[in-house]
Structure formats: C-alpha cells, structure tokens
C-alpha cells in the first residue's frame, strides 16, 4: 500500500476512533432512527441531518432509492452536502472525488494521473442504511468503527387496520438529552399539569388511576384497556360506534411510543419516537393515522401541536434546571414505567456486551397505580 493510502486510511480509522471514544454512552446503536421525511429528498437535493451525533447527507439516486452518506468526504472531510447529486453519484464541492450513493464507494478521483497507481475502490465514504416507511426515512445507524450485521432487521412501520386513511406527521426538538426526551414521553403524571386544555381535561380532572403493563420484546405494553371517561374524544368516538373504545400503548427501544385505539372499525394509530440528535438535543417525530371520519387532518393537527407545544415547552424549562446536574429521583408508581426504560436499556448494552441473551426487567404482569 502506498504512503499517501497509507496516511489517508490512519486519518480515517483515528476518525472513527476519536468518534467511538467521544460517543455518549447512552446512545443506543443498532437501531433505526427516523433520519428526515420522505419529502426532503426530492430530485438532486441533498438533505441532511444528525442522529446519534453523526453527520448524515441524505438524498435519492435517479431510480428513486433513498441513501444516507456520513457528511463527510474521506478526503479532507468536507461535506458532502455542499456537492452534487447527479444520479447514483455525489461529488464532492471541494477536489470533486466521487463516491456511488448508495455504497459509499469511491468511483473517480479527478486529480489522479495514469500513472497513478491508488485503488479508488477502495475508498469509501461512509454510509448508513436507508429504508422509507409511513413518509420517513429511516437510518440504521450502526456504532462508529463496527460493521454492519450481516442480516439488518426491518424498519419499523407504524400499524394500520383498513385500506383508507388520514395520515399526519408533526415534529419538534426538545433540548435535553435523549434519556429525558423519552422518560418524558411515557410520564403519565405531568398530563394534569402540563396538557390542560378546554378540550382534553382541566387540572381538577385528576384521579386515581390503575392500569395493566406487561413485558413485550425490547419494551413494555400497557394493556388493552378503555381509556379514562375524563377525555371527550373517546366519549364521542363511543357514542359513533356503540361499541367499546380500547386503547394499548407500546414502549419499545430504542425510542418507539405506539398507541392503538380501536371502537368497532374504528381505528386510531399513533406512533412517537425520541431520536438523539445530540446528546443535548432530540426530536419527536410523531406520525398518527386513522379511519375515523370527523377527525379532518386539519383539526388534529391543531390538537397535536397543543400537545407537542406543551411538551416541548416544559422540556425547555427543565434544560435550565438539569444544566446545574442536580440529583434527581424516580418514585412509584408514577414514575416505574421510567424505571422500566432505564432497566431495559442497561439490560440491552449488557447483553450486547456479553453477548448473552437480554434479561427483561419485568418478569411478568404489573399493576401500577398513580393519580393523573
Ligand atoms: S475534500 Fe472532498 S474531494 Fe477533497
Ligand atoms: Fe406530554
């Protein structure tokens, strides 16, 4: 190998190493992150995001497939996003090399003599893949200076019941680690608190309240149970079907909140994911779908955003108070489905690290009991 190829790969794998050391611990690898929406990447635009801390240039080849390229050319490390697209190939701003979207590889330097003898294939950018589902594209994002695994498992895709329905995305960024962004996602006591509003629930609606979790893979699930009565919503969708409202929520790792709610053919699907951009910055992307007629986009959408708002509004005012690193605390029952997180999260790393199988930390069916 020559001395310049030599030098070049050394750069590359201290780059990785100086990433793997710098990676904050709490990120979870392996794992599908929703990178953009479908949306962004139209035509030669490049797209580009960070998730888990890495750089990403998102675009679509010519035959319309997604791909994600880490933004950073192996050269000199110059974005590849101020370069171009042209079909299968994005071409650096700054010396023009130019690597094949989807595998990273480099196809051409231009500076290169026929008397050059470096092997350009043998050089890469870095590359992530890439799957679209329910208007996301989602990156699977293994840990700087690993390998892919030889079989990558499949994205996730948000649950639909019916041929025909609504489907709405909102997004928005919260400044506070990733492990905060989600604890707060599956928090049932700040609803009274945080979420009043005319037409969700007042203050004064608090009550005790008693649910069902179980144990799935890599999470937990509160049972299938009739939502409380304090919420008009599910009082109307009731009254349209004479049946029974049900509703189940799922929390699965990495980052994942689903919530299915059916009366008669009825459905409502939720889904929120907490995604680490940073480790002092996530973002929810929330995608919600449905086949009940008196909800027009427009009106959810108007909920939905309340809803976020509220959220992203208290999570900014806690970064204030979690920027002096004061002790914290997690009580029962309120606060176990934090706990649960926090087990299976440790349990994972732990089994991945052992290469043992993943200890799940409920060992069966749980009351919790808490006042919301
Ligand atoms: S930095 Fe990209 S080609 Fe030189
Ligand atoms: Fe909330």
């Known amino acids: 190998m020559s001395e310049a190829v030599q030098t070049m790969l050394q750069t590359n794998a201290d780059a990785a190493r100086e990433t793997e050391r710098e990676a904050d611990p709490g990120f979870l690898w392996d794992f599908w992150y929703p990178a953009v929406r479908s949306t962004e990447i139209t035509g030669r635009k490049l797209a580009t995001a960070m998730l888990l801390e890495v750089p990403l240039v998102l675009g679509r ?5 997604a791909f994600a390229l880490r933004d950073s050319c192996p050269h000199r490390g110059m974005p590849l996003s101020y370069g171009r697209l042209d079909g299968q190939v994005v ?13 990273g590889r480099c196809v051409e330097i231009p500076s290169l003599t026929s008397q050059d003898k470096l092997k350009v294939e043998r050089i890469f950018a870095g590359h992530y893949p890439c799957a679209e589902r329910d208007g996301y ?30 489907i709405t995305h909102l997004a928005c960024e919260l400044p506070s680690h ?19 509003s005319w037409f969700w629930r007042s203050r004064h609606s608090i009550h005790e309240k008693e649910k069902q979790f179980e144990p799935i893979p890599n999470g937990f699930r509160m049972s299938k149970h009739s939502p409380s009565t304090n919420s008009a919503p599910y009082q109307l969708l009731k009254k349209m079907t004479g049946e029974p409202v049900t509703t ?9 909140r689903l919530e299915e709610i059916h009366s008669g ?18 973002r929810i992307d929330f995608v919600a779908a449905w086949n009940v007629a008196f909800l027009p986009v427009p009106i959810f959408r108007m909920f939905g955003k309340t809803f976020l708002r509220q959220d992203q509004a ?8 979690l920027k002096h690193n004061p002790q914290l605390m997690l009580i029962d029952d309120a606060d176990r489905p934090a706990k649960w997180y926090f087990a299976l999260k440790a ?14 930390p409920m060992a069966g069916p749980v009351t919790l009991r808490w006042r919301s």
């Open 178 to 196: 990733i492990d905060h962004g989600i604890i707060g996602l599956m928090d049932p006591a700040h609803g009274p608190f945080v979420h009043q």
């Open 314 to 321: 208290t999570m900014i005012r806690q970064a204030e108070g």
């Open 248 to 256: 189940t929520i799922d929390f699965v790792l990495p980052n994942q």
């Open 91 to 103: 071409e650096c701003c700054y010396h023009g090399w130019r690597f094949d979207a989807c595998s």
């Open 347 to 360: 349990n994972l790393i732990e089994s991945r690290r052992t290469g043992t199988p993943m200890v799940h």
């Open 137 to 166: 594209v989602w990156v699977y994002m293994n840990e700087p200076g690993t390998r892919l695994p030889e079989t990558i498992p499949v994205a996730p895709a948000l649950p639909v019941f019916s041929g025909k329905y609504k």
């Open 61 to 65: 080849t010519s035959d319309a497939k």
């Open 265 to 282: 053919k009825l459905w409502f699907s939720s889904r929120a994911t907490v995604t680490p951009v940073r480790r002092d910055l996530c």
